[in-house]
């Protein structure tokens, strides 16, 4: 199951790249929000519960930004994972497609259903260009 959310989120990564920029400065602004509201509050302890309301904010917020940071280097791996399937598709003409797929398997670990999927829709792109 593991193997088919990656592969749903390795096509549609590189679409949301721009939303995912936004939504990580978006995040980033709330929670300078987040924490100048705490910084205001004069009663500081977990029986506040507008403080321990606005701290459980803060810490989903850092939460969302730590895990938002690390798509791009998810985009970087899946660029490279892409571009050597791709030459493998176009060097090796007979050949090119067990070894694409073989190679797409091996580096992610999905099955060979969604290995040999992938490189459909990477042969799929290179006939269209």
């Not at 989120?9 to 980033?28: H, I, P, R, S």
């Amino acid at each position: 199951m593991d193997s088919i959310i990656l592969f749903i989120f390795v096509l549609t990564l590189n679409k949301a790249m721009g939303n995912v920029k936004e939504l990580l400065e978006d995040y980033q602004r709330r929670l300078k929000t987040i924490n100048a509201e705490i910084d205001n509050i004069s009663n500081k302890n977990d029986s506040n519960p507008t403080y321990a309301r606005l701290c459980v904010k803060a810490s989903c917020y850092r939460t969302f930004i730590t895990e938002l940071e690390k798509i791009p280097v998810e985009i970087e791996k899946v660029d490279e994972l892409k571009v050597k399937a791709i030459n493998l598709l176009k060097e090796h003409k007979n050949q090119g497609m067990l070894q694409a797929v073989k190679f797409v398997k091996d580096k992610t670990g999905w099955g060979l259903k969604e290995s040999k999927e992938y490189c459909d829709m990477l042969k799929k792109q290179i006939e269209t260009e």
